[in-house]
């Protein structure tokens, strides 16, 4: 008998035929099961190669060894008139057959990689090969959101981790020339939302391709999954699984990946010189990394500054030389100060916001963020009479920082006002528009444009704006166009914004302030006197930004307004008030219009004067 002959009655070659299988089988089962119990990756390399070294013993075994009814007996005590290898291998036949079946079927309905990973997996088809699911030359493919990836922690406690990995990636691709990138703030309003459908989310985004994932921290790996769907036909483009040691350059590195698999996937729709953006890895400390996601994130919502602001001096105590954490605590310095009772007067946390993108900006001269910040906080001393600083010099840091990134809400928004302080409303009013064509849901940004458009007296498009900008949630309570209010006969909007805590608490006459708003031409100084005399006893501040812009239109000139509204008719009077005039010499104002020239609205008189219609 040959040798194979003999492996073939000996079953060696079933067996060998079954151990594959069933290794294979549960190599399966253990990348489905193993996430969930949040396995480090080892295990699985440990159980693939306890399998491997397996493979040969169990071959010798049955080489050896043979199934009786008595159980298991050495093959060479055996009597082979009484042997019963050709039942067993006729048993082993049927495991096998059983077995490859249940291949088949695991292979057959196989769900995409995101299956189990991820709460988006809804049925659709599974994804194609990039090279296979090109998107057509229509330069309106070339568009996309990336939603905020899911957080798949067992805790639960890392959305912070996979919104940064979403923002990140998100950072990368407004780099490629000719991708329409959707904001990250229009994006993010569809977290949880993936029940609507991705056509209807990529619809109401303005967008034809949509980016969505799931990220899982396990102790020192992470699995991060990211499937890339064009919702014209709902069909998915590219999808992967990257699982990998948690380190900050692997991160880094899977943000790459993800950005450079989406532009070749997108390759048809962009120019042929589109730029592949690369994630800027400015740290390699992990814990820093961690900790400015976590800062970021409280940044973002305006929730818990304070603590926002530790968490980067944790970050930066971890790495001194991470120039995006430093740019971030610069701009947090001027939010501080709004949101919370900030234990430092307003100038020493403008000091430091100013000390905070100097750092950055050493570390990366080219930090639009930091660029922004340090302009904004200037401009903010400058317009409070706080200090004095080269208005065209804060333009220039605008601009470069505009240059650099072009579509930052943040500092659209800040431009804007710098524009608005200096009279020049038009150009306020383009930059709070780019900024709401950006970032819809910016409520800043749609406050200002609308305050833009009052200003320059365009009062009915200004309330077509506020009411859009209502519409679409981007009107807070914090801030109150009193004069808007007034015109559009919304006396119960104006008399409860005003009995607000930021303005007149426990003022019993609103009536009579929505009647002054009507009729701004009037005589009110006994309104204002007893105003001023109710916050005298009320120990109410009236010098707070807020304030003053119920109060300037009525004739307290002494107050400093809120710019942009300062060049509309309700503060006619004010912008030919001594006030205005030495307010205009104290900020620098008239030094800058004297270097580059008038607004609109004023017009020099002789060598050191000047007057305002």
Not at 207 to 214: M, Y
Not at 471 to 499: I, K, M, P
Not at 569 to 577: A, F, I, L, V
Request: charged share 25%.
């Amino acid at each position: 008998m040959t040798f194979f002959a003999e492996l073939r009655r000996r079953n060696v070659i079933r067996v060998a035929g079954l151990y594959i299988v069933t290794a294979w089988l549960l190599v399966q089962i253990a990348d489905v099961l193993l996430p969930v119990f949040e396995a480090p990756v080892w295990v699985m390399k440990v159980m693939v190669g306890l399998l491997a070294l397996g493979f040969l013993p169990a071959l010798i075994f049955s080489w050896v060894f043979e199934l009786t009814p008595e159980g298991l007996k050495r093959e060479v005590d055996i009597d082979r008139s009484q042997s019963i290898v050709d039942r067993t291998a006729r048993k082993l036949d049927v495991a096998v057959i059983l077995l490859l079946l249940a291949v088949g079927a695991m292979v057959w309905f196989r769900p995409s990689p995101m299956g189990s990973e991820s709460t988006f997996a809804d049925g659709r088809e599974p994804p194609k090969p990039v090279q296979e699911a090109k998107v057509d030359s229509d330069p309106q493919a070339a568009s996309i959101a990336v939603l905020p990836f899911a957080d798949l922690s067992q805790a639960g406690d890392q959305s912070y981790f996979s919104d940064g990995m979403s923002e990140e990636i998100l950072n990368v691709l407004v780099k490629v020339k000719g991708l329409e990138v959707a904001s990250r703030t229009s994006s993010f309003a569809f977290k949880g939302e993936q029940s609507l459908g991705i056509p209807v989310i990529a619809k109401q985004l303005g967008v034809r391709h949509v980016l969505e994932g799931s990220v899982r921290r396990a102790g020192g790996t992470i699995r991060i999954t990211a499937q890339l769907i064009d919702a014209d036909v709902d069909r998915h483009l590219w999808s992967e699984t990257f699982d990998r040691p948690l380190t900050a350059e692997n991160v880094f590195a899977i943000q790459d990946e993800i950005a450079q698999a989406i532009v070749e996937a997108l390759v048809a729709a962009l120019p042929a010189d589109a730029v592949r953006a690369s994630a800027q890895d400015t740290t390699s400390n992990l814990t820093a990394y961690d900790n400015y996601l976590r800062a970021r994130a409280l940044v973002r919502s305006r929730r818990e500054l304070r603590l926002a602001d530790t968490l980067l001096g944790t970050s930066l105590q971890q790495d001194p030389n991470y120039a995006a954490a430093w740019a971030l605590r610069s701009g947090l310095q001027i939010l501080i100060g709004e949101y919370t009772d900030a234990p430092l007067s307003i100038e020493e946390q403008e000091q430091r916001g100013i000390e905070y993108a100097d750092r950055a900006l050493a570390l990366a001269p080219d930090n639009a963020q930091a660029l922004a910040a340090k302009a904004q906080i200037r401009s903010r001393a400058v317009s409070s009479l706080r200090a004095k600083h080269d208005l065209a010099e804060i333009f220039r840091d605008f601009e470069r920082s505009l240059e650099i990134d072009p579509d930052n809400p943040d500092t659209l928004n800040w431009v804007g006002l710098a524009w608005g302080q200096v009279g020049q409303l038009d150009k306020a009013l383009e930059a709070f528009q780019r900024c709401v064509a950006v970032d819809p849901q910016a409520s800043a940004c749609s406050e200002n444009e609308y305050d833009a458009l009052y200003g320059l007296d365009r009062h009915d498009e200004a309330w077509q704006r506020y009411l859009a900008a209502f519409d679409r949630g981007a009107v807070t309570d914090t801030y109150t166009n009193f004069g808007l209010l007034a015109r559009q006969g919304q006396r119960a909007a104006f008399t409860y914004a005003s009995n607000q805590a930021r303005y007149l608490p426990r003022w019993h006459r609103h009536d009579a302030l929505y009647e002054a708003f009507r009729h701004l031409d009037a005589d009110h100084s006994a309104l204002l006197s007893e105003v001023r005399d109710f916050a005298d006893r009320e120990h109410i501040d009236l010098h707070n930004g807020y304030r003053a812009l119920l109060l300037v239109p009525l004739g307290a000139h002494d107050l400093v307004p809120f710019l942009p509204l300062v060049w509309g008719e309700d503060n006619r009077r004010y912008r030919q008030s001594r006030e205005f005039k030495r307010y205009v010499r104290e900020s620098g104002v008239l030094d800058y219009w004297r270097e580059v020239g008038f607004p609109p609205t004023c017009q020099p008189v002789e060598q050191d004067d000047f007057r305002c219609d």
